[in-house]
Each structure stands twice: as structure tokens, then as C-alpha cells.
């Protein structure tokens, strides 16, 4: 079982960036309650709706938005654990997520590849997959895989069960991936459960873990929703993963999309607790400026990585384990 070093504690010596003091984090969190009690997010899905009907949320079934008394913010928020396993499966490359432990990934969901035969670039296949979880798996630099590329020479209604088949078997690590939707998230996790010998082992030995994205601003569609159910029920960790884009899909001062960004996360938080109070959950961001020239998101960008460091900083104020993207 790995635990990395420590970033930002003063007696380990660790790098760390303070982007917020504990009156503004403070500040963000109240801004944050404020959008989710009075605008509220669009949420589809009967089933996700009735959860959050039966939760104590305020449903308007008509236009499918929910908003959310403080309170029920709050409870979520405190009742998702601040710490995970993420097991491999090989017991030597199990990880802890905790407080300040700093873990590395590869980056994901690429679609082109350069042939390494012949230089030309192409789309990735169910090939590409498996030699992408090959390379992860050597690299010990690498914590936990997440699915690099993805298979398009495969049926795409089936497509990440192709993919799931592919990573699964040529690495040891734990792996992340976008899941699709709840159908292809419940043959997902049979799939895990039959490598490691049961639903009840999977519990105990979780070898995959999924990550879903709200849309930008304020929503969580069908697909979404349905992952974060799925993912609740069986003890599986979920990623909610904003990718919002200040001056896009979210206003274009970076404090604004940031509150933006916290209330779609604790939305899909809130959704998850409901479903199973306790359920591991993970506060994620790949949310950055769109570069106005390009109409694309700026990853890699010094906005990026002020807003990825405040992310991190806003997962520890809640307690909670986070994944922020780098480039």
C-alpha cells in the first residue's frame, strides 16, 4: 500500500500554494449555499429527482430544478469520508487518498494517438487502450491509471465495457474511468467484481472507480446522475469532476466560476450522500478559463492552475479528497 508524501504541512517540509484564507474560503462556501438554496441546479432523472425529493430537497418536477436547503448541503459534506482506499490488484499498489497526500495520474480521455510504427497520426483503438494501461503500470511515478484513450474501433453503445475490458488486464493499479451511463456502470462493476471474487470482495478490494461531469453551468444530466446512483449503491467511488470554463460555460471572473464549479460538485455530492450516506466521493476539477482566441478550454494554463490549487484548497476546508487536472 502506497501513502505519498505530504504537500503543505509545516513539518514535513512539503510545497504547498495558499490561494484563500479560512475567512474566504469561508466566503465561497456562503456564496456556494446561496446559488444551490436560491438558483438551484437543473437535474434530470426520475430517479435522481426522487432522491433528492425524499432527501429534503426542493423539487420543481416541471422544469427539473432542484435547490438545496443549507442543511442538506452541510450533512452530505460531512457524512462523505475524507478517506479512500483505492485498491490495485496487486496489493502493492493500493493508495490512500487522505488529507494532503499528493498522488499523480496520467492525463485521459485522448482520441488521436501518433502511430509509434509509422508517425501518422490516428484514432486511438482497443489496442492503444490496453498499451496505455501497460504503460502506467510501469511507471511508478503513477499512483492509479486513468483511462488514457479511448477504443473507437469498437461498437459505441458498448464502447467502455471494450474499454474496461482492455485497461483491467494489463494493469495492476486502480483504475478511473468514465463509466457512460448507470447500465453500462452496473456491467462495469460485475466486470470488477468477477476479477477480484464478488460484489462483497469489490467492497473491500475496489478496484475501479468512476468519473462523471456536470454541465456547465449547473446541471446534471441523466447520465450523470445515474452514475453517481450506481456508483453510491455499490460502494464504489465516484469523481464528480466540474470542467467548467470561466468566460464560457461560466462567468468569466475566475471567483465566479469557482463558485460555479463548488456548487455543481457539491450537487452531485449531495445526490451521492442521499443515495448512501457514507459512500466514498471525490471533489474533482479539470475547470479552467476558455482561451477566447481558440473558443477551447486553456488547460495548462496559469488560470488553471490558480483554479486547480483553490480547488484543492476548498477540498481540504471540506474535508474531502480531491482530483485536480494539471497540464
Known sequence: MKRNLHAGRRQSGGLGLKIFTDDE???????TLEVLQNTGLFIEGEEALDILDGGGAVVDRNNKVVKFPPYLVED????????????GRNPKNDFV????????????????????????LRETTKADVADSAKIVDYLSELDVYERAVGASDVPMESVQLHNAEAWLANTSKHGFMGSGNGFLTKKLIKMAA??????????????ISFVTCPISPLQLISDCCEIIIESAKSGLAVNVLSMAMAGGSSPVTLAGTLVNHNAEVLGGIVLNQLTCKGSPVIYGSSTTAMDLRLAAAAVGSPECALINAAVAQLSLYYLLPSWVAGG
Open 25 to 31: 474560503l469561508e466566503e465561497i462556501h456562503l456564496a
Open 194 to 207: 468477477a476479477i477480484v471474487g464478488g460484489e462483497d470482495r469489490l467492497r473491500e478490494q475496489p478496484i
Open 76 to 87: 452530505a459534506i460531512r457524512s462523505a469520508p475524507s478517506k479512500l482506499l483505492l485498491a
Open 97 to 120: 487518498m487522505e488529507s494532503n497526500r499528493v498522488g499523480f495520474t496520467n492525463f485521459g480521455e485522448g482520441v488521436f494517438v501518433i502511430d509509434p510504427y509509422n508517425g501518422k
